[in-house]
């Protein structure tokens, strides 16, 4: 008996670990991974490269996750959607979380330096202490701009692949970091939509929350657009093939679709946030088929036009929508945009 109920013990902490670690999540960010070291490579970089960065990169974001879980129990507490998580559901304390999230954290560092380099590992425990400090700690509880911001730390393992490969940062590899940053709005936010009870309960302060169902559906649509603009930039910034591009227009085109469906109705959000996981995952495919292919093309002036004006008209419309009345929040709403058309007036620049 006392054994039957040690290995169920032993077997429940061990599952407590790993929700801690938040695993969904971490498919998500290596999902970008993979293919930016392929684009980056123009083909198969080597599988023990691939395994270390993705290994690595793994730890570093399960490692943000835990410590994530620490700073958020009392949020989580009052959520229905996360009461179950193992700290408010005490299937494991703040402290043996804590000491998971840093001993992860260490070793994602270790791994990266020893299988990549040190500019790798360098960027991904850059992600965790921005994930952790100013998206957790900082912004997550004072501004709905929060995940606009902290949503930078999610689209830095497109960095971390290309960098595992080269030992910097191109252009393509900004861009991919920049499809992920402007797509992440959209993402979560369809998914805070759909949980806004929740949100409110707990008393952080999401788009939907503060700013309601309509102007929530309107930054959404907008960011889709900005996302699905600097999609396109990657054909002229990496020399990607034409299924590349037909697939970041095709793809675009649904996501985009599916975006302003909520201007409709509010009630389609959780259908968003799912079609905004496989246009991402199918996006990204799309990059690492196409340079495994190795069908490269021009640099179409074209597709940077109309790249850009997605990017900059939709950045202006968001600034315009937003409508921040303090210093904080106009310098939160200014940074995505002056982003954005640096992205845009780069790739331009370059065709």
Do not use: C
């Not at 900005?226 to 990607?240: F, I, R, Y």
């Not at 002036?301 to 900059?312: D, R, Y």
């Amino acid at each position: 008996m006392s054994t039957a109920k040690t290995a169920r013990s032993r077997l429940d902490v061990i599952k407590a670990y790993v929700a801690l670690t938040k695993p969904r999540i971490i498919e998500l960010l290596l999902i970008t991974t993979v293919p930016a070291m392929i684009l980056a490579e123009g083909g198969w970089p080597g599988l023990g490269l691939v395994a270390g960065t993705v290994g690595g990169g793994a730890l570093s974001a399960g490692g943000a996750n835990a410590i994530n879980n620490v700073v958020d129990r009392d949020i989580d507490a009052r959520m229905r959607r996360t009461r179950q998580r193992p700290l408010p559901a005490k299937t494991a304390s703040p402290r043996e979380a804590l000491v998971l999230g840093i001993t992860l954290g260490a070793a994602g560092f270790v791994v990266l330096w020893m299988a990549a380099n040190i500019q790798a590992a360098l960027l991904a425990t850059g992600a965790l202490g921005f994930y952790v400090f100013i998206y957790t700690i900082y912004l997550k509880r004072i501004t709905p701009q929060n995940i606009v911001i902290g949503g930078a730390a999610g689209a830095v393992p497109a960095l971390v692949g290309w960098t595992a490969v080269t030992g910097n940062i191109g252009l393509p590899a900004w861009l991919l970091f920049a499809v992920i940053f402007y797509w992440t709005p959209s993402h979560f936010w369809a998914l805070a939509l759909h949980f806004r009870a929740d949100y409110e309960a707990a008393g952080v302060p999401m788009l939907p929350v503060v700013a309601g169902e309509r102007a929530t559906a309107i930054q959404i649509s907008l960011y889709s657009f900005v996302a699905v603009g600097a999609s396109l930039l990657v054909q002229p910034a990496a020399g990607s093939g034409l299924l590349y591009l037909l697939s970041a227009v095709v793809l675009g085109l649904g996501f985009i679709g599916a975006s302003l469906s909520l201007l409709r109705s509010a009630s389609t959000a959780m259908r968003v946030f799912r079609l905004s996981n496989i246009y991402l995952a199918l996006l990204f495919a799309a990059v690492a088929v196409d340079a495994l292919i190795g069908e490269q093309a021009a640099a179409s002036s074209a597709i940077a036009w109309v790249g850009s004006f997605l990017v900059v008209a939709g950045s202006i419309a968001i600034v315009a929508v937003t409508r921040p009345n303090t210093a904080k929040e106009i310098v939160f709403v200014l940074i995505p945009t002056a982003g954005a058309v640096t992205v845009a007036l780069t790739v331009l620049s370059r065709t």
